[in-house]
Every structure is written in C-alpha cells, then in structure tokens.
C-alpha cells in the first residue's frame, strides 16, 4: 500500500488524492498499470506531473480497460500531450470497440503529431478580438471573455487551453487599458419586466393531446428530446456503460441498422394481469413519448408469459388506457407471439453450455443465499434430453426448471429461465405446458424486435448486466438497457395484489373505483388524459423514483377543466326558497354563460321561478362575524339572475329544522345596497346522485409498517366517499353522456358516471375548486 501511494505521489498527485484513489480498487489498479506502462517507455523517474495527470484522468475516463496500455503508451510518447487530445482519443476509442484499431486514423483524429505555434495563437485571438473590437470597447471588462475563448480554440483545435487564455488576456489588456474604478463597479441586473397576467396564465394552462404539453416550463416533448442527447445514437450500443462487445457485435448492429433504418424503436411492456396505475402513466409517456418526440415508433407488448394470471380484461383496458393517453401502438406484440422462437434459443443456450436443467425446488431457490445448484454441471446433453422431457408435460410442477449458468447484479445465482405451468394460456391454449420467465423473456424479445432503447423503471438496474449477457451468450443483437425513475403517490397502494384485496374485501367496488390512483380508476373519476400527461411532464424525465402528493395531480386536473368543463349550477342539499312577490304562474329565462371568464364560449337557458332551491350552508338564521350569505336581515344576490333576495318568513318542521324560506326580490340595480355575497341556486332542476370522494387511505404510506403497524388495510379512511342521492342540478345537462364534465358553480368539478341511467344521472366530484368550498 505504501508503495502504491508513492507511486502515485510520485506523478504529482497531492498525498490526500492518492488516498482516495487507493479506497477505489479498480480505479487504483489501471492507475497503477498505466504509471506500469509509461514508466517502461520513459524509465522509472520519466513520467512527470503532466503526464501524470493525463494518465489520471484516462484512467477515471476509461470504459474499455483493454485499451488501457494503448492509450498509456501514446501519453509516455508525448503523442497524447493535452486534455483535449484525451478527449478525442477516448472518444475514438469508444467508437472503435473491437481490434485492430487503425493507427493513422486514430492519431488523425487526435491531432497526433500537429504544432500549434505561437504565432498562430497570437493570429487567431488577434481575429476573434478584431470581430468583437465594438463591443468590447463598448462593454469593456464586463464583456464576455469565454466568447473570445470559445472562438479561439474553435479555430485551434490541438492548442493549449491555457496557453490560448494568456493570449486572450495579453491582447485583451492591450486594448483596454488596465481595469478602471468603472470596470470594478459590480454590474446591475436590470429587472425583469412582468408578463400580463394574462399572458402568464395562458402560458400556465396551455395544454395539447399526445402528451405534448407545456405545463409551467419545460414540455415532456421537449424534455425527451433533451434526454436523447444522453442516450446512445442508433446502432451506436457499444458506447453504452456496460455494454459488452463481442467478436460478432458490429455485424449484428449492422443488420439491425439495416432493418430499422436507423429509427428510433421502443415499447411498452405491461403484464396482462392487472390493471395500469399512475405510475405507468409516467412508462407510458417515456416509452412512447420518447419515441413520438424522436420521430420514432414504439410497440405496445404484452408481457404474457405466466397464464395463471392473464385476463382478456387486462389485456383491453391497457390498449384502451394506451390510446386514452394519446398514443398510438406502432403495432401490438404478445411475448407469446415468439414462444416456439423462445424455446429454440434456449435450446441453443444449453449447447452453448449456458443453462441446465435443474431439481431444486422453489422455496430451496428464495433469496440471496440459495444454495448451489447439485446439476449445475451435468452433461449437455443431459439437460436438452431433460428439457425436452419438461416441453412434453413429463415432469410435474416444480420438479425441473432451466437455469441460466450466470450471477445477477444482486448476488442472485442462475436465474430460472423457464418452469413448468399446467395451465392453458390465454393465447395458445394447452400447446405449452413450459413458460419463459422475465428474466429470460424482456431481453430476448427486445432483440427479436430490433429495439433500439429498452426503457425500464429503476428497479430493472440490477438485471442489466444479465440483459447484456443473455444476448451476448447466444450471439443475438444486443438492445442497450436505460433506467428511470418510477412515480409513486402518497396516500394511496398500487400494488395488483393490495388492489385485489380492496376489492375482495368490499372496500372498494372494483379496479375503477375512483379513489383509487388506477388509470381507469381517474378516468372514471373524471380526471382529463392531457391532465394526467401534463403532470408526468410536470414531474419530468427523472432517474431517481419519485413520490407526489396527489394535490399535484389534481392542480393539472384543475388546469385543464378550468378551459374545458363547462360551467353549470347544482345544489348538493336543497334548501326551499319561494319568492313571494314572483307571480306563480309566471316564469321566465335565465342566460347563464358556459365560461363567464369567456362568453363566446356559448351558453345555456335555465329556468326562473317563484321557487327555487339554495345551498343549506349559504343560510344561517343566526347572523355570524364574517358570514356573507342570506340570513334574516342580510340579503343575497343570485348568480346569473340579476336578482336580490331578502327573507319574510322562515319555515321550520316539528324538529326545529330549516325546511323553506319565504323571500322577496328585487332587481340587483334597484337593491338599496350591492349585496356582499352572490350563490347559486337552481329552479325545476333535475334530481341527480353526486358522489363525493376524499382520500382511501389515513396516512401518506400505507404500507409503511413503521406509519401504519396494523397494514394498509387497517388504514382506510371511513369517509373517503360520501353519497349524495337527492342532489339537484339545472337541466342544461339533459342528455349528458357518460364521462362529460362540468363545473358545478362553487363546488368544483364533476363528472358523469357510468352507473347513470335515462332516469337519473350519476356524478362524480373529480376535484374540488381551488377555493375551500367552505370558505365564507
């Protein structure tokens, strides 16, 4: 150890850097090989502080460690002598994975051999000082040098950076003079001019189908396109992190690039045994958003390789919940679709010696620890025998598997490639008795699919190598793997298995019902499909897993209905009013404006009679300090009506209760004084059932043992959903269908359930106003 550290102390790394490089094993080891190299080309004292350091930063940079003593060598020759010539050499040998590398090539690339002189960088700052002489005696030392910079080296590609920052600073001061009192003066920003509040609301709000939005910055469209500037280029998987090169790889990428022309290819790969949540609405947009913003396309493929849990139900619902959001499938694929493809490459994997056949039972495999494998080593031939026993129904459940010879990033050894299930697939009925796993499936599906970027959730980390393996060791095209971060949201369980036991347990009625954060279950609810894409872009194209509150989900939701939900009135619980000086028999009109913040919109007709119904919270008999509303000596205005109500009488049942009031009105311009407060109310409404939902669950995480001890279910909030069966509503909304969403004036947004019928509508409360509903 002592004498690593002087080593490295000896090409001038400071004492507490070579002791940090020392506590990285493998950083420390090509280190030291390449100090190893340069030492036998240049002699044991021949590497100094400038070569030490390019080694240093080579061997930080470094992917392909066989290309260490390459590289080492050219740095000791002084042929590599500057950081931007590393740069360009580790950029060519990253694009050059296999052997040989062609040497003139190379060094032209790196500028290998060419001088820069000095003449040359004072001629080249000299022009670019020339180009900017206006400017810079106009703005003088508060002008942009990096410009300068920038420019110069553009010009002088091989010259040294700080050799060409020297130049810029001689000629700079040349021109200028030494700085001034003026120039050392610190700089005022001037202040931004604000927006109208016009514009800036249009800008908030502005919303477009296909996950093309621009929700308060940065478009998700946008931002993909951003995320394709760090993924690998097409047919360029070899300068990914990780991704091994074999003696066939190039041959493989160019047939790939053959058939995929170069364009960008993607999928969605759900499991067919549940239903999509919130969570893959952010996999959903990725996927297919990634592709749609890259002029891509993306297949939808059903992960369908366990029968026993594969419903025609969730096979429609994610196609309808894919299409709700927007997106179009390039083409619909089942892993099924490849089963006898499937098989024949295993087959292929144990001649390869790559997989065996195996007796361990399935509990003996649990774990990180399991114990080794007894038939790990048996004959080949043994194992295609015995494999081909499991295809034709000779072994019974869980008395063989095939397993893959490799160890997992977790620790976990030999995953089961395939198991025996005598169950009939929902595809293909009983022609199988044996089914791919995950493990085996995703990759080699991906391959036979030419997809170009295989887009996983975080967790999908850890089985990268093993993706890469897989492909490698049966010699088939290879997909490059990327993570990101999944979305979850507080308050609420997205797990298939906990959902399932909502349901059986009569908590909730169904995958859809709408307190759940299911994507049928939202829309149902009434929750817009460019509202839930506009919060995956709001929530960005991150890498690490994110948790929401749901009032995030809900302010998009709010966005997008405060422009498309047309404003209609509805009272929750009726309150009688009849006014007294209306004539019986007379009735007349109201126009009530669908958007009053925009009445070319449209609008509708309501009734105006001597009766009417309110809120029973806009009345209170008792006036309190600060209550706006009607009460016995305060009158009201009525929305939309133009009319003031003043109470006469008020009417109680043997109870005491409130059941009517007798009113007079008047006109609003006729009013003694303008009334403080405005309500809605409705006149021969039509009766409706309104549904109003709050939160499933008591606590953030339910399934947090430490926040919940009892269990997610012991935490469900008993009034997460309050039924209201004699609410009222204008008649505007005759004839509405199913899914349509309106505005009910002062109490939020509502949509029409499904569970309406001719006779009476059902509505659900999607989301509250902004405003506290009980606000006085």
């Known amino acids: 150890m002592a004498d690593t550290l002087a080593l490295f102390t000896s090409i001038g790394l400071s004492e507490q850097k070579a002791k940090e490089t020392l506590k990285n094993e493998a950083l420390s080891s090509a280190l030291k090989n390449a100090i190893t190299q340069a030492q036998v080309v240049n002699g044991a004292t021949g590497v100094d502080k400038a070569m030490g350091t390019l080694l240093y930063s080579m061997v930080s940079r470094l992917r392909d460690t066989t290309r260490l003593t390459f590289l080492s060598d050219h740095i000791a020759q002084r042929k590599i002598s500057t950081e931007v010539q590393l740069a360009a050499a580790l950029e060519f040998v990253k694009s050059h994975p296999q052997d ?26 000299e022009a670019v000082i020339n180009k900017h002489k206006e400017q810079l005696l106009k703005e003088r030392y508060r002008y942009n040098m990096g410009l300068l910079m920038g420019e110069a080296r553009a010009s002088l590609m091989w010259a040294d950076g700080k050799i060409i920052k020297n130049e810029v600073d001689v000629q700079v001061l040349h021109l200028l003079g030494a700085k001034t009192e003026a120039d050392l003066e610190k700089k005022i920003k001037p202040q931004k001019v604000k927006a109208p509040e016009n514009e800036v609301k249009a800008k908030k709000e502005e919303v477009a189908v296909n996950g093309e939005v621009q929700p308060e910055g940065t478009s998700l469209m946008e931002q993909l396109r951003g995320e394709a500037l760090k993924f690998h280029k097409t047919g360029e998987n070899y300068k990914s992190e990780g991704y091994v090169v074999t003696p066939n790889t190039m041959n493989l990428l160019k047939k790939h690039m053959e058939i995929t022309g170069g364009q960008i290819r993607t999928r969605f790969p759900p499991e067919p045994n549940g239903i999509l949540h919130i969570g893959h609405a952010k996999a959903i947009n990725f996927n297919f958003g990634y592709a749609k913003a890259n002029n891509g396309i993306c297949f939808l493929r059903y992960d369908d390789t366990n029968p026993e849990k594969e419903e025609e139900k969730y096979f429609t619902a994610i196609k309808e919940m894919v299409e709700w959001l927007g997106y179009e499938p390039y083409e619909i694929t089942h892993a099924s679709d490849n089963f006898q493809h499937l098989y024949d490459l295993a087959v292929d994997l144990v001649r390869r010696g790559h ?10 495999l649990k774990g990180h620890n399991a114990p080794p494998s007894p038939w790990r080593d048996r004959p080949m031939e043994e194992s295609l025998v015995l494999f081909e026993r499991m295809k034709k129904g000779l072994f019974a459940e869980g008395e063989a598997t095939l397993r893959m010879k490799m160890v997992m990033e977790d620790g976990k050894m030999d995953p089961v490639a395939y198991r025996i299930k005598y169950t009939p697939h929902h595809r293909t009925g009983d022609e199988w008795c044996i089914y791919p796993t995950y493990d085996y499936t995703h990759c080699l599906c ?47 369980v997205v797990s298939k298995r906990k959902i399932i036991k909502l349901v059986e347990t009569g908590v909730v009625r169904d995958w859809d019902d709408p307190r759940l954060f299911t994507l049928t279950a939202l829309r149902r609810r009434g929750f817009p499909a460019v509202a839930i894409n506009n919060f995956c872009a709001r929530v960005g194209v991150t890498v690490a897993q994110v948790t929401m509150e749901p009032h995030l989900l809900e302010a998009c939701v709010r966005d997008v209905l405060n422009e498309t939900a047309p404003r209609v009135m509805a009272v929750l619980e009726p309150l009688k009013v009849t006014i007294t000086n209306h004539p019986g028999d007379s009735k007349s009109e109201v126009q009530v404006p669908n958007f009053p913040a925009d009445e070319a919109k449209g ?9 009417v119904f309110i809120e029973q919270s806009d009345f209170r008999e008792v006036m309190e300090k600060g209550y706006k509303r009607l009460t016995p000596d305060q009158p009201v205005g009525l929305r939309h009506a133009g009319y003031v109500i003043s109470v006469q009488k008020v009417i109680k049942d043997a109870q005491g209760k409130v059941v009517e009031l007798e009113v007079s009105c008047c006109v609003s311009t006729e009013a003694k004084e303008k009334p403080k407060a405005f309500i809605h109310w409705v006149s021969q409404p039509l009766k409706c059932e309104v549904r109003l939902y709050e939160r499933l669950f008591m606590h953030k995480n339910p399934e947090d043992p430490s926040e919940v001890p009892g269990g997610f279910l012991s935490d469900i909030n008993p009034n997460s959903m309050d039924v209201i069966d004699s609410a009222l509503v204008d008649r505007s909304v005759t004839g509405a269908n199913v899914l349509d969403k309106f505005q009910f004036e002062r109490l939020g947004y509502f949509s029409v359930d499904a569970d309406s019928t001719a006779e009476k509508l059902v509505f659900n409360r999607t989301v509250t106003l902004k405003e506290d509903p009980g606000k006085i």
Do not use: M
Request: proline share 4%; charged share 15%.
């Open 100 to 125: 040989p590398i062609n040497q003139a090539q190379f060094e032209n690339v790196c500028g290998v051999g060419v001088v820069i002189t000095p003449e040359q960088i004072e001629e080249a700052v």
């Open 355 to 364: 997989a065996y056949v195996c007796h361990q039972r399935g509990e003996e």
């Open 603 to 611: 609008s509708h007709v309501v009734p105006f009679t001597n009766i």
């Open 446 to 492: 991906d391959s036979i699919e030419n997809i170009t970027h295989s887009l996983c959730t975080k967790e999908f980390q850890a089985r990268r190598s093993s993706y890469f393996w897989l492909c490698n060791a049966l010699d088939v095209y290879c997909p490059v793997q990327w993570e990101y971060g999944r979305l979850n949201l507080t308050y609420t």
